[in-house]
């Protein structure tokens, strides 16, 4: 079986293990109450999600580490090369943000905080310990390509400031997903189809254990996709956003291109930069709005496009810059 088909078929897996879960997921937390809150200053048409199930993001975190989890330790035994000991890194950072995500979202359902969650500073100070284990693993231990830029024929040395170079895109990233996740379906496609893109230049670059674990997470994606889509059953919440957004950074950093993750990722950043934007200007102004309401999805959300056309519209946007993406990452 070749590179590429083995990878498909790891994801076509994982996507009938994720839909099969899926159901008594829904159950369990409908059980347990775990349902989304809604900002008071949300587009109003939101009010109808309230109580949702909300965590969803175990829908696909728990079969992409069982299925990265089991072929891993097959490989390491020796009975067959699926996979790596390097995917040992992605792994551990999807569920390090995970968990992170997780104690949030439960803060904000049952804590003290309800509908606000952890604190701000508390839970930045999490995402960069995190960050800072995996770019010191990255450092000293894998050894990437520490950046690639097109057309330029030699890997750039970035030395010791690889470190907190590494941190910043696995952090902005984690929170730039995190920012997506506010309409159904949205998060979930974009973040499947970078992962895709990264899948595409790892195998370019002959990184056959980190194709396969990006095609095994875009599979178990689609999966989450059946359930989230308009409109949604689950929510990813905080637990799914923020472990999809620091993998793909250490992703991005596994390949060398992480330069381009700006341009694949285009709308996480474009979310991410309405946010800084509409607060620099409330505060400039003192009070004006530059946009109806941040991030950009909700402005365009209160313009009139519906919620479908916004995911459908930064979808194809994500798709071509994807492969604008792939194929810079060949010159």
């Known amino acids: 079986m070749s590179q590429a088909a083995m990878a498909l078929s ?16 829904i159950r369990i937390l409908r059980m347990l109450h775990i349902g989304e809150q809604i900002r008071i ?16 993001g175990w829908l696909f975190i728990i079969p992409i580490l069982i299925m990265t989890g089991v072929l891993n330790l097959v ?41 606000q969650g952890m604190r701000g500073r508390w839970k930045f100070l999490l995402q960069t310990i995190i960050a800072l284990g995996a770019a010191l693993i990255l450092k000293y231990g894998l050894q990437p390509p520490e950046l690639i830029l097109p057309n330029l024929p030699v890997v750039v040395d970035l030395g010791i400031w690889y470190v907190p170079v590494a941190m910043f895109v696995v952090v902005s990233s984690c929170n730039a997903v995190n920012l997506t996740d506010g309409l159904d379906g949205l998060a979930g496609m974009i973040s499947a189809t970078a992962f895709a893109a ?66 694949i990722a285009i709308i996480p950043l474009s979310e991410t930069v309405s946010v800084i934007l509409q607060v620099a200007y409330f505060k400039w ?41 792939v194929a810079l990452a060949l010159v």
């Open 41 to 56: 200053e949300g587009p109003q048409r939101h009010f109808t999600k309230l109580g949702t199930p909300t965590m969803g």
């Open 10 to 25: 790891l994801g076509g897996i994982t996507f009938l293990l994720s839909v099969i879960w899926g159901g008594p997921l």
């Open 285 to 325: 102004t003192k009070g004006r709005r530059l946009f109806k309401m941040a991030p950009i999805h909700n402005h365009f959300e209160l313009s009139g496009w519906s919620e479908t056309q916004i995911v459908q519209r930064f979808w194809l946007i994500t798709l071509l810059v994807g492969m604008l993406g």
């Open 198 to 263: 990264y899948g595409a230049i790892a195998l370019l670059q002959g990184q056959i254990f980190l194709v396969r674990f990006c095609f095994t997470v875009v599979g178990a994606l689609f999966a989450f996709l059946w359930y989230n889509a308009h409109p949604a059953e689950l929510f990813m919440g905080d637990s799914g956003s923020l472990a999809l957004g620091g993998t793909l950074g250490v992703v991005a950093l596994m390949t060398g291109h992480w330069a381009l993750l700006p341009l």
């Open 75 to 115: 490989s390491i035994l020796g009975e067959l090369n699926v996979l790596g000991n390097s995917i040992l890194l992605p792994m551990l950072v999807m569920l390090a943000y995970a968990g992170v995500g997780a104690w949030d979202d439960w803060l904000s359902i049952r804590g003290p905080r309800r509908g």
